[in-house]
């Protein structure tokens, strides 16, 4: 080798060295070397550089480059049928693949690599390459498949003494173990790596490390050992301000003082989100609004856990159109590096991979989209009686007097109140008490479902029922049927008298949205009936007709349900 070509190498090693803690310098070395390689028409210095430069955009993050660097790069040793550089360049693309979810073709990547590392050659990307083919298993959940390939990567990198890969590689395998809720061994091998990381100074590997310790911890509800080790890797990420790796443990830390009742909990989820959002990291941030959705939804909290499911909806949203971007870039990159006597064959190829990864996308968009019709239908249902709630309620009256103007139709309002329910609640204990609001609120459904009406539960034991296009008289009547059908339950009020039952009291309001003005008026009528039925002995429906003299008001329609024959 010349000077010249000494001299250009060197160049080359000095962009290499700094690529990852300055890529912009390293950018610039890089840029000056291709210039020289270019003016000595060096080719092997030409695809050195373009190893760079795909390595600088990896870490800048930026895929196209990356992917398009890369390719570069291997057309050249390719051609020059340069060995080294053809190895290094498939690994880098490997890489590229697997970041944007294109397993198969990292996997092919990573077998071409295999193939030309034989007899310990290429030792080092070929231990980075079996490595890599244990992430791609490990990520497609084929547990064994990649606990096979770690465990030979892990040999490799002790036979030739690359300590520091083996740390990563120890903690890669405790990551698998972790996912298959091996906690104890999946300890074992993280101290192992820890040991390592601590000799070599590496912090983020250290913070990582004593994240999934901690959360090992936090699995075995040894939540002071949990915290412990969280505040560790705080302090080892805080120490670099690493704010990527630090968004998992923030998150972590939150749901831990979820668990202890701790009052600070929500700011450290707050912190997650943040850091999240400030990194544009919109696969962390939907990880964790689906975690806080799924939480609040434990919690019988729909609403909150529907708010938290539409922003991991729309954080999955992104995700897909942005994945799908750097797709079809990748796919572009492929077809303009296709040889010609392949060209043909390949685009088949790359067409049926296209179609495919369009199939994937449609299912997990349909997946979603079922997933939060689900939650927001929860969100709407009382979770004791599996009828429509408080919430469900406001927006059924917020769409009846949106439309208003169009609806001009009749319509009743009853307000439905269990009888002596805390005494009965006292009597038969409060797992009876629920199992009564249960029936009585069935029983509602099975006549609004009949009718096409709407019913809820209002707030305790008090119910409400609308139902509309219907005359006074048909009011007065379905006010008396819902009250038999209660009694027809025969859920017994007490052990001593065998023929008393559980009954209801009904205050109703009838007429149209322009006689009843307002929602807070229906319920304010309503409720006075109610109250007027209660006071009246109870067991009664007491209806107002507003569509008659405004003298009306202060009159009452007022039927004994004993003697009432509906039938």
């Known amino acids: 080798m010349d000077n010249n070509s000494k001299e250009l190498f060197k ?34 210095a030409m695809g050195y550089c373009f190893i760079n430069f795909a390595l600088i955009y990896r870490s800048l993050s930026n895929l196209a480059n990356w992917v398009e660097y890369g390719h570069h790069a291997l057309d050249i040793f390719m051609e020059l049928n340069e060995e080294e550089g053809i190895v290094v360049a498939l690994n880098l693309l490997s890489c590229a693949y697997f970041h944007v979810g294109l397993y198969e073709d990292s996997l092919i990547n990573c077998l071409r690599v295999l193939d030309l590392c034989i007899d310990d050659n290429h030792s080092f990307i070929h231990t980075c390459s079996l490595n890599n083919m244990a992430e791609i298993h490990r990520i497609t959940t084929q547990y064994n498949k990649a606990l096979k390939y770690y465990e030979k990567a892990l040999a490799k990198a002790k036979k030739f003494n690359y300590t520091s890969l083996s740390a990563s590689i120890l903690f890669n395998i405790g990551q698998v173990l972790l996912e298959k809720n091996n906690y104890h061994k999946a300890l074992k091998i993280f101290f192992e790596s820890y040991d390592i990381a601590i000799e070599f100074n590496n912090f983020i590997l250290l913070g990582e490390i004593e994240n999934n310790i901690g959360f090992i911890h936090f699995k075995n509800k040894e939540f002071d050992k949990a915290m412990e080790y969280y505040n560790k890797s705080l302090e080892h990420l805080e120490t670099i301000s690493n704010k990527f790796y630090i968004i998992d443990l923030y998150f972590n830390i939150g749901f831990l003082k979820l668990s202890t009742s701790s009052g ?123 009828i429509s709630n408080r919430h469900a309620i406001d927006q059924m009256f917020s769409r009846l007097w949106k439309y208003s103007k169009l609806n001009k139709n009749n319509m009743v309002l009853f307000m439905i109140d269990v009888d002596n329910f805390k005494l009965y609640n006292g009597y038969w204990g409060h797992m009876h008490g629920d199992k009564c609001l249960a029936s009585i609120a069935q029983c509602l459904k099975d006549i609004s479902t009949s009718r096409h009406d709407f019913c809820g539960r209002y707030g305790g034991e008090e119910f409400i029922y609308l139902a509309e296009d219907l005359t006074y008289d048909e009011a007065i009547y379905l006010g008396n049927l819902i009250s038999c059908k209660v009694k027809d339950l025969k859920i017994k009020s007490t052990h001593d008298n065998e023929s008393s039952v559980i009954t209801v009291s009904i205050g109703g309001v009838y007429g149209n949205l322009f006689s009843l003005s307002s929602t807070d008026y229906m319920i304010e009528i309503a409720d006075k009936q109610l109250y007027i039925s209660k006071e009246s002995g109870r067991d009664k429906v007491t209806l107002i007709n507003t569509l008659e003299d405004e003298l009306m008001l202060n009159s009452i329609n007022s039927v004994n349900l004993a003697t009432a024959d509906i039938y």
Do not use: W
């Open 11 to 44: 160049l080359i090693d000095d962009g290499n060295t700094i690529v990852h803690s300055d890529p912009r310098k390293a950018y610039e070395i890089t840029k000056e070397a291709l210039k020289l390689a270019e003016a000595f028409n060096n080719k092997s």
């Open 264 to 386: 600070d909990a929500i700011e450290y989820l707050n912190k997650a989100i943040h850091c999240a959002e400030e990194l544009n990291s919109k696969h962390k941030l939907s990880k964790i609004h689906l975690q806080l959705s799924k939480y609040y939804e434990s919690l019988g909290d729909f609403k909150t856990a529907l708010e938290y499911y539409r922003q991991y909806h729309l954080s999955e949203e992104e995700v897909s159109s942005s994945t799908m971007k750097s797709k079809l870039e990748i796919i572009r990159i492929q077809c303009n590096h296709a040889i010609e006597a392949e060209e043909l064959e390949q685009i088949k190829i790359i067409n049926q991979k296209l179609e495919m990864e369009i199939e994937s996308q449609n299912k997990r968009l349909q997946y979603m989209k079922n997933e939060n019709k689900n939650l927001r239908f929860k969100a709407l249902k009382d979770s004791l009686t599996k």
